[in-house]
């Protein structure tokens, strides 16, 4: 894999903005060299080397081995956490509501950045101490959170009475494994967004009751009643064909 | 984590059984550890002290770092790929029922071994040559015949027209992510047929169409009364709120 990157020359009155772009571009690419060739293993002279810019450049962006880690703890572990966590406190919505809301803000944050997500995934062994405690103290905590969602439902008659942790851990993993597959240029030109949705629908499909399936009054009896017809057509056919007896 | 094993005198008329059991967790167990430390960085030597075992009884069950890798790809990848073309192949099954099979499939090997499974994963960008092309030629086989067992079934009206690609990933992510989160010890007992029951049935809602869902003979249309009754319940309950004006 080649990358090749121009780094815009620093001007006066570039925006923030665009310096922010090209911070989290470099970002992605370095994490995405790191998770490929190992991060113990790989120096900042070869991520310079291999996306074509000077060392000086990349130190300037990633700020270094270490910092890189931090970053990936606080952009991704810590503010994933934080995200599930206001949205399990969100009294407005139902917990389906909820559930859907949490997949989508996952599912966005790892489509958005799936290099770090891999390479965070890869160091976990690697952190330092206090760093790897903070990892650990936010990944439950996100844990903790999606679990209070799933239970809430589950309670509401939303979603099926199942092993709460397996349903937490099976949205996750829908969730997560986007950072391995999601490539929009491999993907037909699928968007970040797109892709959210999709798990989303997925996960909520995986975990309703038949009740959280049909539509809580956004798309109204009308929806719920072509489903029905749907099943008792399915049922006719099934009785038709000897599945009765 | 420091783990300690006992490793039986060799004696005329071992099993080869459990020789085989012993030989498996050995090579689980050292997976965990080069995991953990990460492969690189982690020596033979460093796995045996972690084990309590001599270097020499080490080499004698996992044989080196790189016949370690071969194992995993042989052990994993290649069989899963296997696995999955018979079950795809298979005519007596129905294609809801080949998904079934499928993920019980998958899951019941990534249970069995979740560090090993961890390890491949993080040892990718480590792959002497020949063993990356076999591991990737592996995936892509997999991949494959789980998105024919998903085309089928939406050809067969049992799963929902999704995008197949992004339905085959949400499989393959609740499935692969076992291996982050299933330890039977924290799981308050969960078996390993009990986690792969479980995904084969998110799976399965996950993307079935209502009619899917519907029992296909197995359970018999009684089942799919109940299954519309509550659905006509929660309609009744939804139209007399108001949801439906």
Same mark, same amino acid.
């Given at each position: 894999?080649?990358?090749?990157?121009?780094?815009?020359?620093?001007?006066?009155? /570039? #925006?923030?903005?665009?310096?922010?772009?090209? #911070?989290?571009?470099?970002?992605?690419?370095?994490?995405?060299?790191?998770? *490929?060739?190992?991060?113990?293993?790989?120096?900042?002279?070869?991520?310079?080397?291999?996306?074509?810019?000077?060392?000086?450049?990349?130190?300037?962006?990633?700020?270094?081995?270490?910092?890189?880690?931090?970053?990936?703890?606080?952009?991704?572990?810590?503010?994933?956490?934080?995200?599930? *966590?206001?949205?399990?406190?969100?009294?407005?919505?139902?917990?389906?509501?909820?559930?859907?809301?949490?997949?989508?803000?996952?599912?966005?944050?790892?489509?958005?950045?799936?290099?770090?997500?891999?390479?965070?995934?890869?160091? *976990?062994?690697?952190?330092?101490?206090?760093?790897?405690?903070?990892?650990?103290?936010?990944?439950?905590?996100?844990? /903790?959170?999606?679990? #209070?969602?799933?239970?809430?439902?589950?309670?509401?008659?939303?979603?099926?009475?199942?092993?709460?942790?397996?349903?937490?851990?099976?949205?996750?993993?829908?969730?997560?494994?986007?950072?391995?597959?999601?490539?929009?240029?491999?993907?037909?030109?699928?968007?970040?967004?797109?892709?959210?949705?999709?798990?989303?629908?997925?996960?909520?499909?995986?975990?309703?009751? #038949?009740?959280?399936?049909?539509?809580?009054?956004?798309?109204?009896?009308?929806?719920?009643? *072509?489903?029905?017809?749907?099943?008792?057509?399915?049922?006719?056919?099934?009785?038709?064909?000897?599945?009765?007896?």
């Amino acid at each position: 894999m080649r990358m090749v990157m121009t780094i815009p020359p620093k001007r006066q009155g /570039q #925006s923030n903005a665009r310096r922010e772009l090209v #911070s989290q571009e470099i970002l992605e690419k370095s994490s995405a060299l790191f998770a *490929e060739r190992g991060f113990a293993n790989t120096s900042l002279q070869d991520v310079a080397q291999a996306l074509e810019i000077s060392r000086t450049s990349l130190y300037h962006y990633i700020g270094g081995k270490e910092p890189l880690l931090a970053e990936l703890v606080h952009g991704l572990t810590r503010e994933t956490a934080d995200g599930l *966590e206001k949205i399990a406190a969100n009294e407005a919505l139902d917990p389906l509501e909820r559930l859907e809301a949490a997949v989508l803000d996952m599912t966005t944050r790892i489509a958005n950045k799936p290099s770090r997500f891999r390479l965070l995934l890869l160091s *976990e062994g690697s952190l330092p101490p206090a760093l790897a405690d903070e990892h650990r103290t936010a990944r439950k905590r996100a844990l /903790q959170y999606l679990r #209070s969602i799933i239970r809430a439902g589950m309670e509401a008659g939303q979603l099926r009475a199942l092993d709460e942790n397996v349903a937490a851990f099976s949205v996750l993993g829908m969730c997560n494994w986007v950072a391995w597959w999601y490539q929009p240029e491999r993907n037909g030109g699928l968007r970040v967004e797109q892709v959210a949705a999709y798990i989303a629908d997925l996960a909520i499909a995986s975990l309703s009751t #038949s009740a959280g399936r049909l539509p809580t009054g956004k798309l109204g009896p009308q929806h719920a009643i *072509e489903i029905l017809r749907k099943d008792l057509d399915y049922l006719e056919r099934s009785l038709k064909g000897g599945n009765g007896s």
